[in-house]
């Protein structure tokens, strides 16, 4: 038996500087890449997690094909979800710090070395997340929209927008259980609801340089427009109090709530906008999805799909 152990073991043996989630569900043609994203990082002291959440394709097929010792792979018996399946990632992870990763998404070679760096100059953070480029089809844009953006008020901005892309954050692990972790109940958002949390307890830094790649897919649930509601009732269930301290706020999810309602066919969401606008008459984006309102549901989808080509 071996008993001497050199320098080199040694350094094998201690726990990477940080642990990189990545959950999965029949993504085996886009994991690949997302994959080499994370080996490629000019930052290399870390523990790759993949955890397929008992997917159905060549996912374990494509995990594999990589021979890097730093990848663990676990396949799950049953689907749990996006944000079960992180949960699960950060329980199996050896480091104090964790970053999140998705499986159709590219990080910027430097990525995780800029996020380490002010996580190691500021002990006070409890996180950091950057911007990153969203590819949709042939378009591309920079998001968050940095003009609702408040760095010094981190909080109200978490609960105005959704700022945060879950591949962006890295955060430190005792903040990530304090809060109690991605809520395994949504579908969708999982990555607002915890970033709003987050940005409650703890001091968030965000990074205006774009690290990450956000690829729109086939499939994605972003589209899904019942999804999008039942989220965002979620959300503020859970956050409303603190929502309804700012009267910008409360106009702000009353506008939410009756947009979503009104694209997924419910008239009752008409009330929730006329609500919104005798709150902040001033918003013109109130006005206008008010009065297309008054023809039906289809005709408020026909104008809001009309405002967002526009945008894009």
Not at 132 to 154: T, W
Not at 224 to 237: F, P, T
Not at 255 to 261: I, S
Not at 296 to 304: D, N
Request: with cysteine.
């Amino acid at each position: 038996m071996r008993t001497d152990f050199s320098f080199a073991d040694a350094v094998v043996l201690e726990a990477p500087k940080v642990s990189v989630v990545i959950p999965t569900h029949n993504r085996a043609n886009d994991l690949g890449r997302s994959i080499r994203s994370v080996l490629s990082q000019s930052f290399v002291d870390f523990e790759l997690i993949v955890v397929d959440d008992a997917s159905t394709d060549s996912t374990e097929n494509i995990v594999k094909s990589f021979s890097d010792p730093r990848i663990q792979y676990q396949k799950l018996d049953n689907n749990v979800g996006g944000a079960e399946a992180r949960n699960i990632g950060v329980g199996l992870s050896s480091s104090e710090i964790i970053a999140f990763q998705d499986s159709d998404d590219e990080w910027r070679p430097e990525k995780l070395e800029k996020m380490m760096a002010l996580l190691h100059r500021d002990d006070s953070l409890g996180g950091a997340f950057s911007s990153y480029i969203k590819v949709n089809g042939r378009r591309c844009s920079i998001m968050p929209n940095l003009s609702e953006f408040d760095e010094s008020n981190i909080f109200e901005s978490m609960l105005k927008r959704n700022v945060v892309g879950t591949p962006t954050l890295v955060i430190r692990k005792k903040v990530f259980y304090e809060v109690g972790g991605f809520d395994s109940g949504m579908k969708r958002y999982q990555d607002w609801d915890l970033a709003i949390r987050l940005s409650k307890i703890s001091k968030l830094k965000m990074v205006l340089e774009p690290l990450v790649i956000a690829n729109t897919t086939e499939g994605s649930i972003s589209s899904d427009v019942s999804s999008h509601l039942s989220a965002l009732l979620r959300i503020y269930e859970k956050h409303g109090a603190d929502i309804d301290r700012s009267p910008k706020l409360r106009a702000e999810w009353l506008f939410k709530r009756g947009d979503a309602l009104l694209r997924c066919g419910d008239s009752s969401g008409r009330a929730l906008l006329f609500r919104a606008l005798t709150r902040n008459p001033v918003s013109y984006k109130f006005v206008i999805l008010f009065v297309s309102s008054l023809f039906g549901c289809s005709g408020y989808r026909a104008v809001y799909d009309y405002l967002l080509r526009l945008r894009n």
